[in-house]
């Protein structure tokens, strides 16, 4: 990971954050490498610094990014202070996945509803009637399997439920299981981004019965 990748993805927020640091409404704080009474560290979120002004500091004088700001924090080089700041990374990470379950959830329907379409002659028809070529866009298929056979994951199966990708109708199936109703069966499925590019609802389109529109399933925020 190069650094400017690094400042890319660190913001001075999560920086502070990760070391218990809280500025005021002003973007102020003590500044955590001096002997400081009253905040003399401003924080510009802005360009992601933090400069500190007064003069009995260390820092004075210069204007740190998030990396400078981790080297003084650690009493560190910067080699070291890099190394840090991937971990601080990587702990963020983490925090927003915990915080965040519903986007990984989203992001692995999608990942098996695109290996779906290779494997369904009827997906495949469909779009290419359409004009779309599956292996240039990003395309899904629902083919109502992935709850069934040695895919039956009770966790997943729960998480679909609760998000109405499965619809408990209070039916067993033949096997003794447990049966479900599947929303948006034989549907297209599309991605819907974030600027960030993660996965924040799905879209279903029927692909049968497209002569009438009869089956249309409208955009579902899961
Ligand atoms: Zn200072």
């Given at each position: 990971?190069?650094?400017?990748?690094?400042?890319?993805?660190?913001?001075?927020?999560?920086?502070?954050?990760?070391?218990?640091?809280?500025?005021?409404?002003?973007?102020?704080?003590?500044?955590?490498?001096h002997?400081?009474?009253?905040?003399?560290?401003?924080?510009?979120?802005?360009?992601?610094?933090?400069?500190?002004?007064?003069?009995?500091?260390?820092?004075h004088?210069?204007?740190?990014?998030?990396?400078?700001?981790?080297?003084?924090?650690?009493?560190s080089?910067?080699?070291?202070?890099?190394?840090?700041?991937?971990?601080?990374?990587?702990?963020?990470?983490?925090?927003?996945?915990?915080?965040?379950?519903?986007?990984?959830?989203?992001?692995?329907?999608?990942?098996?509803f695109?290996?779906?379409?290779?494997?369904?002659?009827?997906?495949?028809?469909?779009?290419?009637?359409?004009?779309?070529?599956?292996?240039?866009?990003e395309?899904?298929?629902?083919?109502?399997?992935?709850?069934?056979?040695?895919?039956?994951?009770?966790?997943?199966?729960?998480?679909?439920v609760?998000?109405?990708?499965?619809?408990?109708?209070?039916?067993?199936?033949?096997t003794?299981?447990?049966?479900?109703?599947?929303?948006?069966?034989?549907?297209?499925?599309?991605?819907?981004?974030?600027?960030?590019?993660?996965?924040?609802?799905?879209?279903?389109r029927?692909?049968?019965?497209?002569?009438?529109?009869?089956?249309?399933?409208?955009?579902?925020?899961?």
């Amino acid at each position: 990971m190069e650094i400017s990748e690094i400042k890319q993805q660190l913001t001075m927020a999560a920086v502070l954050h990760y070391y218990g640091l809280k500025p005021d409404k002003h973007s102020r704080l003590c500044c955590p490498f001096h002997e400081d009474k009253s905040p003399s560290m401003q924080v510009y979120y802005k360009t992601q610094t933090a400069y500190c002004f007064s003069s009995n500091c260390k820092t004075h004088g210069k204007s740190m990014d998030v990396i400078d700001f981790v080297m003084h924090q650690e009493n560190s080089s910067k080699s070291e202070a890099i190394a840090k700041a991937k971990e601080i990374l990587g702990v963020q990470t983490e925090e927003q996945s915990r915080v965040l379950p519903s986007t990984n959830f989203l992001g692995g329907m999608y990942q098996y509803f695109k290996n779906a379409v290779h494997n369904s002659k009827s997906a495949k028809d469909y779009l290419q009637q359409r004009g779309l070529d599956y292996k240039k866009i990003e395309v899904g298929y629902n083919a109502g399997q992935f709850h069934h056979g040695t895919r039956r994951d009770e966790q997943l199966i729960a998480q679909c439920v609760e998000r109405g990708l499965l619809l408990d109708k209070g039916q067993v199936s033949r096997t003794g299981e447990k049966a479900y109703g599947i929303f948006g069966k034989w549907c297209i499925v599309f991605a819907l981004k974030n600027k960030e590019n993660a996965i924040v609802s799905l879209y279903f389109r029927s692909s049968i019965s497209d002569a009438n529109n009869k089956h249309y399933y409208q955009s579902r925020n899961l």
